[in-house]
């Protein structure tokens, strides 16, 4: 794993992007782009191809050529190959691909070198062995009928992604689609557009039929983002991003049915008994609130902590926020860059004045680190005194913002964690067993870390409750919403 300290130089320059439709790169048909800027500079990276109905109908009807041609008809072992040489050609790449998704994120390059690159591999990897495993069930009626089930790619599926990790999350989607058998048409977030485009590039390098994957830019509403969901020919999609966009998406995709994978927004509790170990508490919680810039749809931004524990836990949390080093992305003493785009910088600010409206205390943070003075840079921010009522308390963020809350019971801890329309992941921490399960068997989430945090096993279903999400992904379950079973009954 590539440390803080083994950095190499910097040679990647940012570039322009094109879409990648039916194996080549092309302009939109209108000629039109936007600006990608760098949020760590507010600096022009390049200009991006801005798609919109037609380059989603030209990228539809070549993953639909695709889907019945060579793709389909290729033996598995050989498919499984291809998708394992995507995943060794980033690899390869890995320098240059930490380099573009550090300029297009503002995070910082050790984070995209040690994480986000390598996962997106690993995606790869591990989807490509796991379809090797794959069986189906077979059912037997005593000597009347066997059944047996056959599975079946959908089709052509759009891939919707978001920007926080936009690489790692992309292939969390690609690499299970192309296992199944299905083609793919990808619409990455619009502040995030490099790493996608060269995915187009590696994915035909590794041998991927032209048509398999194609990839538009664009925008979400009345652009290609509503295009993809809209197209009658598109199957499935796989959405990450807001919960207010998913309930878009799943009005538009009503009208032709579509299967829906939703990963979504949360406002996840960190839950910390008195008996815990306070300083791996620390250390993790320092992560789970910071890393990415706040930015990871897992980040625990409501820290309950047991009043026993709770002085001691603000104490040694504030100081230990305080010195993390904000700046540069590729200034290897970072810790935390900057946040994706001015528009999300004045919204996480603008949380941090409302909780003060709403009596909160900013114990560190809330500002514009001083040595920095361009770039949507902000100090990790630590808010106490707010309570459940609190729209700071309710509402998800996205940045580097936490509050950090009082609890005396167990009972009220739970029925605090529970209070609220999100239900994607927790972290509770302690050190006596009895209670770690009956709490973890009663927070309303889809994923509960237990003295941990975003530790991951690619076989776990993954997922959010309640309006964190729709479904799951990973292993097993990325194969049941990218597949379609059909149950044979024959008569003995
Ligand atoms: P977003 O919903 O604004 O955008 C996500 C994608 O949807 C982008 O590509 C965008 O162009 C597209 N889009 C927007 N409107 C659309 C529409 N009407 N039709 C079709 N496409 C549309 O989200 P974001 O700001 O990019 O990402 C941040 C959000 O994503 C946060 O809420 C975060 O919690 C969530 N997220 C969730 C997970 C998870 O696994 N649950 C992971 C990462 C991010
Ligand atoms: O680890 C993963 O597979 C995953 N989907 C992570 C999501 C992080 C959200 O920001």
Not at 401 to 425: M, W
């Amino acid at each position: 794993m590539q440390t803080q300290e083994t950095i190499q130089p910097l040679k990647t320059k940012p570039i322009d992007c094109l879409h990648f439709i039916d194996g080549k790169y092309v302009p939109s048909q209108n000629e039109k782009t936007f600006l990608n800027i760098n949020p760590a500079t507010e600096e022009v990276l390049g200009k991006v191809a801005e798609g919109g109905k037609i380059e989603i109908d030209m990228a539809v009807a070549a993953a639909s050529r695709a889907f019945v041609g060579p793709w389909r008809k290729m033996p598995s072992a050989d498919r499984a190959k291809i998708i394992r040489r995507i995943g060794d050609i980033i690899l390869e790449r890995k320098d240059e691909l930490a380099a573009l998704e550090s300029y297009d994120t503002g995070k910082p390059l050790w984070l995209s070198s040690s994480i986000d690159i390598p996962r997106a591999a690993y995606n790869f990897h591990f989807f490509a062995d796991y379809m090797a495993s794959l069986g189906t069930d077979a059912y037997q009626m005593d000597d009347v009928a066997l059944n047996y089930s056959l599975r079946r790619p959908l089709g052509v599926i759009g891939l919707i992604n978001p920007w926080n990790l936009p690489l790692l999350l992309l292939t969390w989607k690609v690499a299970p689609a192309l296992a199944a058998g299905n083609t793919v048409v990808i619409k990455p977030a619009e502040w995030t557009p490099m790493t996608a485009t060269i995915l187009g590039e590696i994915c035909q390098q590794a041998g991927v039929p032209d048509g398999v994957v194609n990839i538009v830019h664009g925008f979400g509403p009345d652009s290609a983002g509503s295009a993809l969901t809209e197209h009658p020919d598109v199957k499935a999609i796989s959405f990450t991003g807001e919960t207010s966009t998913g309930k878009a998406i799943m009005a538009a995709a009503s009208q032709t049915l579509k299967r829906l994978s939703y990963e979504l927004g949360g406002k996840n509790p960190n839950i910390i008994f008195a008996d815990s170990d306070l300083d791996e508490v620390i250390e993790t919680t320092i992560k789970s609130s910071f890393i990415n810039q706040g930015e990871v749809c897992l980040c625990g931004s409501r820290i309950y902590v047991e009043r026993a524990a709770y002085d001691a836990f603000v104490e040694k949390f504030v100081a230990k926020t305080k010195q993390m080093v904000v700046g540069d992305p590729f200034d290897s003493s970072s810790k935390m860059g900057a946040l994706i785009s001015e528009e999300h910088y004045t919204r996480v600010l603008h949380y941090i004045e409302l909780a003060k409206e709403e009596g909160g205390v900013i114990e560190t943070g809330g500002r514009r680190p001083a040595h920095l003075e361009k770039g949507y840079f902000l100090e990790p921010t630590i808010i106490t005194n707010v309570n459940s009522k609190c729209r700071v308390v309710k509402e998800e963020i996205f940045g580097p913002v936490v509050c950090i809350i009082p609890f005396d019971t167990e009972e009220e801890v739970v029925e605090k964690a529970n209070d609220t329309h999100y239900g994607l992941s927790a972290s509770i921490w302690t050190n006596d067993l009895r209670r770690a399960h009956r709490v973890a068997g009663q927070i309303e989430a889809g994923i509960i870390w237990v003295n941990t945090w975003f530790l991951r096993d690619l076989r776990t279903p993954f997922g959010g409750s309640k309006q964190s999400g729709v479904g799951r992904e990973g292993g097993m379950h990325s194969f049941e919403f990218f597949s379609d079973l059909t149950n044979i009954c024959i008569k003995l």
